[in-house]
């Protein structure tokens, strides 16, 4: 044992170290904005969310049997809401999974793997759009290295950020400035935003939704899971979910108002990095 854990130790910084020294290979060096683009009558402002830890076996989008996402329900029986309820990740932690999500490699192919070349933020801003990310976990992973952006946990929130954490709906404050703030040229041809979200991040899942936003009780409200219930843990996570439905809804209704008032055409985009045990 001992010496396997200093062979393993040795490869990994090898490995490190190697890709450390060597440049970012390029992708999409001749990405531009399609003929499409030229017939616009207003830009497009894309919204994606990279939410945290959600298992799809807990949404009630996907057939489970508690009331996790009224919200979205609601939106997808009005129309304009697609649900894809069966996906896989990359790997089971954020370290993994974020790269892998934006990389142009399968995960067959070393998308999982320390990143080797630029990835689709790389491409969207050489294509000339406007990328900002905000961030309200431990940082991009390197996703976001090239782009503009935001932590939210350095400008706390009153009533949504205590303990150095913050909610996710956090990251809808002061959108329309932030907005403003990014390069004039880029905005007038198109908008993507990056949320990434603390969304259902363990061991404390009853951090993740407000005191007055839990429906489901009594919750496991320990970081040493052995001390609660089977029932109690799954009550902190499915609340922890039911306040990812409600942040969506804010994203939703706000990207609604950015199209009312002609501003933008928007959309979004929600997936997952990984699920849980």
Partial sequence: NPMNTLAASGTLLAERGQHAAQPLLPVGEDARLGASYAAQSRPPLLLVVVGETA??????????????????????????????????????????????????????????ETARSENLLDVLQRAGLAVLWIDNQAGCKG???RVPTVRIADAPIPGLCEGGECLDEAMMHGLDARIAALDPQRRARGVVLVMHQMGSHGPAYHKRSPANRKPFQPECRSVTLADCSQEELVNAYDNSIAYTDRFLNHALSWLRAQSTNGRFDTGLYYVSDHGES
């Avoid at 298992?55 to 649900?83: I, K």
């Avoid at 790997?91 to 999974?97: D, E, I």
Wanted: positive net charge.
């Fill in 55 to 112: 298992r799809a076996q807990n949404w009630s989008l996907n057939g489970y049997g508690r009331p996790t996402t009224p919200s979205l329900t609601g939106w997808r029986a009005r129309g304009g809401l697609v649900n894809f309820p069966r996906a896989s990740s990359c790997g089971t932690s954020t370290q993994v999974s974020v790269p892998c999500m934006f990389s142009p490699l399968t995960r067959k192919e070393g998308g999982d």
């Fill in 143 to 145: 996703v976001c290295d």
